[in-house]
């Protein structure tokens, strides 16, 4: 498809596991962000990757949280050890640099039980 | 980034134009006027964007008042799906702010 494209679109957990969320961003899209959002709430900023640039990490909440974007292209973000406070909407969108228009794929609903 | 301000509810009849207006009065000279949407259940949505003159695409129309202090996003013939929290932001033209921030949002509601 033309669109950022994320997977699961759903996962429910139990609190302890690990998870990993994908992103399918834009073709020739070179920037990345991985943003999360809890109900009712705005935009939370987790990370961002540039090209080849190493990626701005500074969203991260904590070290249980990691990404990697592999090939300039398909990223995964990974949570460990989930806790409750975990569960939300987690988004992905990409553009063509850093300063250009952002397109946002339909999320991953995460719940931990 | 400069702040904005935006009417937290609006209701339009299905079939006629939608306004929204933003507020961006401190707004600097290399800041971009942003506008989102968020339909329930959904991911943000880019719908436009404008440095100061006035913008047009297949979605809606932005126009960007002179001293660049405010804007107004139009839709021109809302429908059912139109309905959704819409967010105007402003951004350096560097991109030197790369997250993107949405403060409470319009929501527009389209009435049949």
């Known amino acids: 498809g033309a669109g950022v494209s994320q997977s699961p679109s759903n996962k429910v957990t139990e609190k302890g596991k690990d998870v990993e969320l994908r992103c399918d961003p834009i073709?020739?899209?070179?920037?990345l962000y991985w943003y999360r959002q809890s109900l009712g709430q705005g935009l939370e900023f987790l990370i961002y990757?540039?090209?080849?640039?190493?990626?701005?990490k500074s969203g991260l909440p904590s070290d249980r949280f990691s990404a990697e974007r592999t090939g300039g292209s398909v990223s995964t973000l990974t949570i460990q050890r989930t806790q409750q406070e975990d569960s939300a909407v987690y988004l992905c969108?990409?553009?063509?640099?850093?300063?250009?228009?952002?397109?946002f794929g339909d999320g991953t609903r995460l719940s931990i039980l | 980034d400069a702040k904005t301000t935006q009417p937290t509810s609006m209701d339009c009849a299905e079939g006629r134009a939608a306004n929204l207006p933003c507020n961006h009065s401190t707004i600097s000279g290399n800041e971009y006027v942003y506008w989102y949407r968020q339909i329930h259940s959904q991911g943000p949505q880019y719908i436009i964007h404008g440095l100061k003159n006035n913008e047009t695409n297949e979605m809606a129309s932005l126009i960007i008042t002179e001293d660049r202090k405010s804007s107004t996003l139009i839709l021109p013939h809302a429908t059912l799906r139109d309905t959704a929290v819409y967010y105007c932001i402003v951004r350096g033209v560097d991109g030197s702010a790369r997250q993107l921030t949405f403060g409470s949002g319009t929501q527009l509601t389209v009435l049949p």
């Open positions: 990757f540039q090209g080849n640039s190493a990626p701005d």
């Open positions: 073709s020739g899209h070179t920037a």
């Open positions: 969108a990409s553009s063509w640099a850093g300063a250009q228009p952002q397109h």
